[in-house]
RNA sequence: GCCCCCGUAGCUCAACGGACAGAGCAACGGACUUCUAAUCCGCAGGUUGCAGGUUCGAUUCCUGCCGGGGGCGCCA
């Protein structure tokens, strides 16, 4: 991190002495692909090329050749090539100085960041309604936003966790005519959910044949088997929101005769409406119905009213399935209609998770009752198998998942690549306390004797957290952490499998050294799986 | 018809607008008297759906097609 300010200040500083103004946002280092291409590269030469009138390979020239004549710190060869890219080829000292900041900083504070500055965001999500049990869809979103908002929350943010609980309106009478009517021994109506869950909770249901007390019984012993369930995957709400709480108090109509001060609201065939198609929606929509009921909007946006303006977040990140997105435009429209940016509302929309099972694609329905419950794929492949493969691929990848190859928990599952890693650096412990063997203080191990490569690609591995984190913060993007995580596994066990730590040939000073490359890597380890949600073992 | 997402190796997926598009799995061939072989190494696998455009440079950005998924209720 340090080695590579002081590059980056210094073509900056060159640029200047050369009458090019630099880009805004500085020079931009990155690590080329190819490791012929050095350590470090930039293209402002390339970039600047056209505002200061030069030929692109012309400036990275003499970029070059004047930083060669006084090379920064670390800095071994700095070379120019073919378009115009300037190369810096860095002696290992520099991924030395990699190793104590890990160490030092430890998991607590090593890739902490401060983009948010204190921001206040809260992120919403899963928010299932409590008619059935959560589907394997919701588990894969859960494990986005929570992990999302682990992220965040180390990069500054002060994060809220909520699950807006669906406890009113017509699914719940649905849900309660579903379980009266098995509670008489009849089928269950038409539009009413069939799962087997109904049947036991018709059993244990005694109260009246009313079917809204009947169903929020039901759904609230359903809510207490989802938060049971997201429980198990590490996922923990700062907050249950209610939504009858919105709907049966005031604050619908309060949020209308908002709307309808700003002018957007009409009566029309006997509803009111929202006139969203003038703030870019597609066409106008329902608030209030001509029986006098609200509209699910209308709620939705008493809830993000009270959200904004009420609570006073400062950006809210809404994270639902994208069978939901019809109700995106409306919402933005009817946010930004109360006067609120909607630049501060984010809607992510999870793709749908398909499953194969026997060479079968299964639909999910909660109505018809066939599903597969996001337990069922717990229980078959455990807590942490579920969420490192949900934080695989990005939340706007439709995936499928193939139930037979990943319960056979087999290499088809990623996890386990990582958890074994992590319990080798345990056993590497576990081997040194039982031969007395004690790590030396840090400054006292000599860390020039990393030169491995399979020890310089650990260090630098460690070294891009930082960067990585920041880039799965700013792009919502929890997946960026996993590709880091697996990546760090495999340089670590290419490392276990090449460089011995502890053996009868390893001098005491590469032993010692490579003790803090281990400790180092736990660190990493440490810090990437907790924002995974992931448990890192100590032993497999 | 309109809106959103996607199309990359046999499969599942990566790749701040960067250099020769990468991993894992599956296939094939190797490596365990050693800190856990749930590992490592090698080999193979590609016209990044198609056609244009912008750019020094496009898997990435823009337009249009083709294909897949999801939406388009006075349901929630």
Sequence with gaps: ???????????????????????????????????????????????????????????????????????????????????????????????????????????????????????RVQIEFVSANPTGPLHVGNGWWGAYGDSLARVMERCGYETTREYYVNDTGGQIRRLGESVLARRRGEPVPEEGYQGAYV?????????????TPAGRFAAERIL??????????????????SQASIEETGKVGETISLLAAAGLVEEREGATWLLSTKLGDTRDRVLVKSNGDATYLAGDLAYHRDKFLVRGFDRVIDVFGADHHGQVASLVAGVSALGVDPGRLEVKLGQMVSLVEGGTTGKMSKRSGNFVALDELIADIGPDATRLLSLISGIDQATTLDLDLVRRQSMENPVYYVQYAHARIASIGRV???????????????????????????????????????????????????????????????????????GPDISDDLSQARMWLVEASRVGFAIGLELLGVNAPEAM
């Design 432 to 502: 040194a306390t039982e031969r007395g063997v004690v790590r030396v203080p840090l400054d006292q191990a000599d860390l020039s004797t990393l030169v491995h490569p399979r020890e310089l690609e650990l260090l630098r591995l460690l070294d891009s957290l930082p960067d990585a984190l920041a880039d799965a913060c700013t792009t919502r993007s929890p997946s960026r952490i996993t590709s880091w995580v697996r990546d760090l596994a495999g340089a670590f066990h290419g490392f276990y499998h090449d460089c011995s730590v502890l």
């Design 1 to 119: 991190m340090r080695a590579r300010l002081l590059i980056s200040s210094a073509v900056e500083a060159e640029l200047r002495r050369l009458g090019v103004e630099p880009p805004a946002g500085g020079v931009r280092l990155e690590r080329p692909a190819n490791p012929d291409h050095g350590d470090w590269s930039t293209n402002v030469a390339l970039a600047c090329a056209k505002a200061a009138r030069r030929a692109p390979m012309e400036l990275a020239s003499q970029l070059a050749t004047a930083l060669s004549s006084t090379p920064p710190a670390h800095v071994r060869a700095v070379e120019a090539l073919r378009p115009g890219f300037v190369n810096f080829r860095l002696s290992p000292s520099w991924l030395w100085e990699v190793l104590p900041a890990v160490v030092a900083d430890r998991e607590e504070s090593y890739a902490r960041l401060d983009l948010g500055r204190g921001e």
């Design 224 to 241: 207490e088997n989802i938060k049971a369930t997201l429980a198990s995957l590490g996922i923990v709400y700062d907050s249950w929101y």
């Design 199 to 211: 049947r036991e909770l018709a059993l244990e249901y005694d109260g009246t044949e009313d079917a």
